[in-house]
């Protein structure tokens, strides 16, 4: 038996009346926990075991080395703003897709960023603002961050006007070859996101159709130079279109 503190970052239903709990702990990185009967009305683990809770595991290491036998849990941190705003839910639930994804790489730096995260998620009023910092430490962890100091193509710092996904960062006029253009304020709001940090968050100011297009654009560079995605991200943006 040993015991972990970690964040829940996906439940999955086993057999009949079973769970497969996949939770990051900080200097191990994933553990997949069997949980026995959470299925069950009766079970004393499933409240302990909620996405994006963090909770104290007492675990059993078994033949199959990869899944650990979950023999009782208890709640830390249950953030309850998170669970009962629609937006924070699933702000909350697709950047524990993300940290699922990229734990492997950076484990440390992953469980403090998603903790860090899910604190402020807890009590901020701008949970999209929140979600697009998030993304854009993401990017910085895999090194997919975009270009924003200046086209990313010639190096001029003038006359910007267009992100372009595929050239990895901004592009001036004279070299975008698209035909498309950016506002102004899209194109100084998405530089400030690339440049922010959770502490001087409460000074950026936007519209939500600005935030809703930074976010699609942070979306993009993720998938194509990382190849990672939430399945979150859709419903999430549709809510936040409403």
């Known amino acids: 038996m040993r015991e972990v503190e970690g964040i829940v ?22 553990l997949t926990l069997y949980g026995r009967g959470m299925n069950k009305i009766t079970s004393k683990l499933a409240a ?21 036998q979950l023999r009782s849990c208890s709640r830390i941190k ?5 669970r009962e705003d629609l937006v924070k839910q699933m ?10 994804a990229v734990s492997k790489d950076a484990i440390d730096e992953v469980y403090d960023l998603l903790y860090e995260t899910l604190c402020i998620l807890e009590e901020t009023k701008a949970p999209e603002l929140v979600y697009a910092i998030f993304l854009k430490e993401i990017a910085e962890l895999i090194g ?3 270009q924003v100091d200046g086209c990313i193509i010639c190096g001029s710092t003038s006359r910007i006007c267009a992100v372009s996904i595929n050239d990895g960062g901004f592009i001036c006029e004279n070299c975008n ?3 498309y253009r950016s506002s102004k304020e899209y194109l100084y709001l998405f530089r400030v996101i690339c440049k922010a940090r959770y502490e001087n968050m409460e000074s950026i100011t936007y519209s939500q ?8 654009t ?11 995605m939430s399945k979150g991200n859709e419903l999430l943006l549709d809510i936040l279109h409403s």
């Not at 942070?218 to 990672?228: H, N, R, T, V």
């Open 91 to 100: 702000v909350a639930m697709c950047i524990c897709d993300y940290a699922y």
């Open 78 to 82: 249950l953030f309850r703003n998170c």
């Open 177 to 179: 070859s698209y035909g």
């Open 9 to 30: 970052l996906r439940i999955q239903d086993y057999k009949e009346n079973d769970k497969l709990v996949s939770i990051l702990v900080k200097n191990e990185g994933i």
């Open 218 to 228: 942070l979306i993009a560079f993720i998938k194509q130079y990382g190849s990672i």
């Open 144 to 146: 997919v961050e975009p």
């Open 209 to 216: 159709n600005e935030i809703i297009e930074v976010l699609n």
């Open 48 to 68: 302990s075991c909620l996405p994006f809770m963090v909770s104290h595991f007492v675990i059993e290491e078994n033949d199959v080395k990869s899944i650990l």
